[in-house]
């Protein structure tokens, strides 16, 4: 089969495989249960089933492909991508066999042609290693009718995905529409109403102190935090990559099944018992960066129930490449809410800032009521400036929305902002132009992302479509692995 690609220097082309593992090489598509659900079956899509053990197993390839710990393909996190990664595969593959896509043998021939690693297979006499060539496919266990199969495949799904992706407006109209509307520039002018301004006005009593210290006592805690001990696996430079492995297996195992303390592995392994004070859920306090307590996973994981009420080693985790870290937690210590003397001050100024918040709150009521009676009487504003929503200068989330959504009728207009812990912002908005002429790169740059949006959507919804014909069917959720480590 496949003469043409005979002709072509020994089927060159399928090289590919060695550097670019395909879907089907990885995935597989023949691989289906039946349809009786299996306590093993995770996802069925058409009534055909995707196994936990097709999940691992695709898993473990994976990890072995891009040099990782193969206890990361135990991982609950990468498991679940890679079964996201085959729910798609499988439905698009479903999407290509019922319409029926085909590829013709010169358009193989020419995607796997422009491969530059293939061309680098040539002998300086411009022959091609065949010997070379069959010893690799044989080494990845692929027979040709199977790598032939699956290049195939790749290709149907890859002119499907494109066909979709190539998705654009219905008419470049839309795109200078909104380009305007992002370019359009409107004057105004601010007038502040700062809580900071009014806190001379305020003068909390001693009780209107105490209330507040006894209504928001969790505002006036203590965090809570851990002592732990931990160990940590860092590979040798002298270290070939095989031993690491196999000493981060023992690590990784021995943490795991002896949890309930770090010697047995740091006897076996030799490495010492290290301890750390005061660690919160923010990391260990103190240290570097880079320190292994310093990871957010670790802390995480340190704050987990099994850690803090158990006192069980936590999972492996691999902190950077050659370090793993397990730790324990030795002490813990519960938030605690610190006594109102030692807090009067910190009391007294929040206090103080929430009701000099509702003076600046009520009198920028009281002036946006006037503005909207007398709306030419402008002072105290600041001075003028042009904005737009290419250019907001200081206008941010919703104070933008608002003064851009503003009808020119009615100039001059005035929007009230509340900046929540701040005050009150009122803005005025009397002009509105357009410049004479756009920034084309921003043009250019929107245009794209409209495009871009709206074939996110068009794909979408085509997978969505898929999904529904497909019949996917949620059998089993994917569960931790029993011999998982963190990552």
């Known amino acids: 089969?496949?003469?043409?690609?005979?002709?072509?220097?020994?089927?060159?082309?399928?090289?590919?495989?060695?550097?670019?593992?395909?879907?089907?090489?990885?995935?597989?598509?023949?691989?289906?249960?039946?349809?009786?659900?299996?306590?093993?079956?995770?996802?069925?899509?058409?009534?055909?089933?995707?196994?936990?053990?097709?999940?691992?197993?695709?898993?473990?390839?994976?990890?072995?492909?891009?040099?990782?710990?193969?206890?990361?393909?135990?991982?609950?996190?990468?498991?679940?991508?890679?079964?996201?990664?085959?729910?798609?595969?499988?439905?698009?593959?479903?999407?290509?066999?019922?319409?029926?896509?085909?590829?013709?043998?010169?358009?193989?021939?020419?995607?796997?042609?422009?491969?530059?690693?293939?061309?680098?297979?040539?002998?300086?006499?411009?022959?091609?290693?065949?010997?070379?060539?069959?010893?690799?496919?044989?080494?990845?266990?692929?027979?040709?009718?199977?790598?032939?199969?699956?290049?195939?495949?790749?290709?149907?799904?890859?002119?499907?995905?494109?066909?979709?992706?190539?998705?654009?407006?219905?008419?470049?109209?839309?795109?200078?529409?909104?380009?305007?509307?992002?370019?359009?520039?409107?004057?105004?002018?601010?007038?502040?109403?700062?809580?900071?301004?009014?806190?001379?006005?305020?003068?909390?009593?001693?009780?209107?102190?105490?209330?507040?210290?006894?209504?928001?006592?969790?505002?006036?805690?203590?965090?809570?935090?851990?002592?732990?001990?931990?160990?940590?696996?860092?590979?040798?430079?002298?270290?070939?990559?095989?031993?690491?492995?196999?000493?981060?297996?023992?690590?990784?195992?021995?943490?795991?099944?002896?949890?309930?303390?770090?010697?047995?592995?740091?006897?076996?392994?030799?490495?010492?018992?290290?301890?750390?004070?005061?660690?919160?859920?923010?990391?260990?306090?103190?240290v570097s960066r880079d320190h292994p307590l310093a990871n957010p996973k670790v802390a995480q994981a340190l704050f987990g129930d099994d850690a803090v009420k158990n006192k069980r080693n936590i999972e492996a985790v691999q902190t950077s490449p050659g370090v793993f870290v397990s730790a324990r937690v030795v002490v813990f210590h519960p938030a605690q809410t610190l006594p109102f003397q030692d807090v009067a001050a910190e009391v007294r100024r929040q206090v103080s800032q929430r009701a000099a918040e509702k003076l600046a709150v009520a009198a920028a009521a009281e002036r946006y009521a006037a503005l909207e009676k007398d709306p030419k009487n402008a002072s105290g504003f600041a001075n003028p400036v042009w904005v737009s929503r290419n250019k907001p200068a200081n206008l941010v989330g919703s104070a933008l929305d608002d003064v851009m959504s503003i009808n020119p009728d009615t100039f001059p207009a005035y929007v009230s902002v509340a900046n929540s812990g701040v005050g009150t912002t009122i803005y005025r908005i009397d002009q509105v132009r357009q410049p004479s002429a756009g920034d084309a790169k921003v043009r250019k740059a929107q245009a794209q992302q409209i495009q871009s949006l709206a074939a996110q959507s068009e794909f979408a919804g085509f997978m969505a479509y898929w999904r529904d014909t497909a019949k996917v069917k949620v059998i089993n959720p994917l569960k931790a692995s029993t011999n998982s480590a963190g990552g």
């Open 1 to 286: 089969m496949f003469d043409i690609v005979r002709k072509h220097q020994k089927i060159l082309q399928f090289v590919l495989m060695l550097f670019i593992v395909p879907s089907f090489a990885m995935f597989g598509i023949s691989s289906y249960s039946s349809f009786m659900d299996k306590e093993t079956d995770l996802v069925k899509i058409n009534g055909k089933a995707i196994s936990e053990q097709e999940v691992d197993n695709a898993a473990k390839r994976q990890a072995e492909r891009v040099g990782g710990n193969v206890q990361i393909a135990q991982s609950l996190q990468f498991r679940q991508a890679i079964l996201n990664e085959l729910l798609q595969q499988r439905i698009l593959g479903f999407a290509v066999s019922n319409l029926r896509l085909q590829v013709s043998k010169d358009e193989l021939v020419k995607s796997l042609q422009n491969i530059p690693q293939i061309r680098a297979l040539y002998k300086p006499d411009g022959s091609f290693d065949d010997a070379r060539f069959k010893q690799l496919l044989a080494g990845n266990g692929i027979n040709e009718e199977q790598f032939y199969a699956g290049q195939a495949f790749d290709l149907k799904i890859g002119q499907l995905v494109n066909s979709v992706a190539r998705t654009e407006l219905g008419s470049p109209k839309l795109s200078e529409i909104v380009s305007t509307l992002y370019e359009s520039e409107r004057q105004i002018q601010t007038l502040q109403f700062d809580a900071k301004s009014y806190l001379s006005k305020v003068n909390p009593s001693q009780e209107e102190l105490q209330a507040f210290y006894s209504a928001n006592a969790t505002l006036f805690e203590s965090p809570e935090f851990i002592d732990v001990e931990y160990i940590v696996l860092k590979a040798d430079p002298k270290e070939d990559a095989k031993a690491f492995n196999e000493r981060a297996d023992q690590f990784v195992n021995l943490t795991y099944d002896q949890a309930d303390s770090l010697k047995p592995a740091a006897d076996k392994l030799k490495l010492n018992i290290q301890s750390q004070k005061g660690m919160t859920r923010s990391g260990a306090v103190g």
